[in-house]
């Protein structure tokens, strides 16, 4: 039973809350006052550039190191005074897959399961059971040594789920991989979430990742977080959306520009971009133009702003690629 979806997530509890965590490495202010909330069963993305402060938000929220001021709360216990519970709630997967490569896939679980103490036989269960979901039970037996840049992603995930987390971060979790791959882990991250009920706090550089996956979006620049709501009230805070209209002939385009004031006209594409805001009274606004002056459009299509369109907006800089590099699947 999903009891991720019967619950509206703005009155669930909170599996994760902040309030004005700050760090700084010497001089430099890594965070500089992160407040968050994140409720039970909803994923949540982080999305930043390049040293942003992304990995050092999920080194504090997951114990392994501490703000310098600020509270943080995992499950209802304090990251700092009672960090033996935060740890024993929850499951960290780094950007750099911790696997032994020199373990087989099998052996890298049923060490995990004597690290968790997990009985000789429960853990040969769990382990059974983990290759099975992740569609590694043939390559069991394996050196992971030998196994794909994806293969390996989905062991680190199945090996932190070894321990029945129910709180999970996943630092960049498939920076690397190809698109197949990509694919495959989203999959199983969601499938967390909407079988099990899990919290998943994720950090990407890929914004269709957040796009993709998450409830919620926070875009962290400069150690503070610019911008936080789903992808689509992210899309709408910033410009960039219209309605582009497509006439069979320039007698045409130009009747149409005199009734659209602020539109752009292309002559050469014989188009007409309205700027608006993606929505729908937007587009009956410009249908009620069209059907009561009696103008002729032969196509007309809605862009409304994309994740990249935000990022740049807010940040200021390109994003680094949406597709990662394929070759990197190979990496060992
Ligand atoms: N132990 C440390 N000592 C000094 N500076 C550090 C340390 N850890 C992180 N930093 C600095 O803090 C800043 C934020 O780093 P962090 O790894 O949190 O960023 P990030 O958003 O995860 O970036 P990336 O996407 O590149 O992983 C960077 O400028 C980094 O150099």
Same mark, same amino acid.
């Given at each position: ?247 069979? *002939? ?11 004031? %602020?539109?752009?006209? $292309? /002559?050469?594409? &014989? #188009? !007409? ?17 069209? *059907? ?11 862009? %409304?702003?994309?994740? $990249? /369109?935000?990022? &740049? #907006? !807010? ?18």
């Amino acid at each position: 039973m999903n009891t991720a979806t019967q619950v509206s997530p703005t009155t669930r509890a909170a599996a994760i809350s902040a309030s004005g965590l700050r760090k700084s490495y010497g001089d430099k202010v890594v965070l500089d006052g992160i407040d968050l909330r994140i409720p039970e069963g909803t994923i949540f993305a982080l999305l930043g550039p390049n040293g942003a402060g992304k990995t050092t938000t999920v080194e504090i929220l997951s114990t392994l190191i501490t703000a310098d001021s600020g509270q943080a709360r995992i499950a209802g216990h304090d990251v700092t005074s009672d960090a033996d519970s935060v740890r024993r709630r929850i499951g960290v997967t780094g950007q750099f897959a911790a696997v032994d490569g020199l373990l087989t896939a099998e052996e890298n679980l049923l060490l995990m399961a004597d690290l968790h103490h997990l009985s000789k036989r429960e853990g040969r269960r769990r382990a059974a059971e983990l290759l099975e979901r992740f569609e590694l039970t043939e390559a069991a037996r394996k050196n992971v040594a030998t196994f794909s840049g994806g293969m390996r992603r989905k062991l680190d995930l199945a090996m932190t789920l070894v321990g029945r987390p129910r709180i999970i971060f996943l630092d960049e979790p498939t920076t690397g991989l190809d698109p197949r791959s990509r694919r495959v882990m989203w999959e199983l991250i969601r499938n967390l979430v909407t079988d099990q009920g899990v919290t998943i706090f994720l950090t990407t550089q890929y914004l269709d990742e957040a796009d993709q996956l998450a409830d919620r979006i926070a875009v962290l620049d400069h150690g503070k977080l610019v911008a936080e709501g789903t992808a689509d009230e992210l899309k709408r805070t910033i410009p960039g959306g219209h309605v582009r209209l497509r006439f069979a *002939d320039e007698a045409h385009l130009a009747t149409a520009a005199g009734f659209f004031g %602020t539109a752009a006209r $292309d /002559d050469e594409s &014989l #188009t !007409l971009r309205i700027p608006g805001d993606g929505t729908l009274a937007d587009l009956r606004a410009v249908l009620d133009v069209l *059907d009561s002056t009696g103008i002729q459009a032969e196509s007309l299509t809605v862009h %409304t702003p994309d994740l $990249d /369109d935000v990022f &740049l #907006t !807010l940040t200021g800089r390109q994003n680094a690629p949406t597709h990662p590099n394929p070759q990197k699947e190979s990496a060992r």
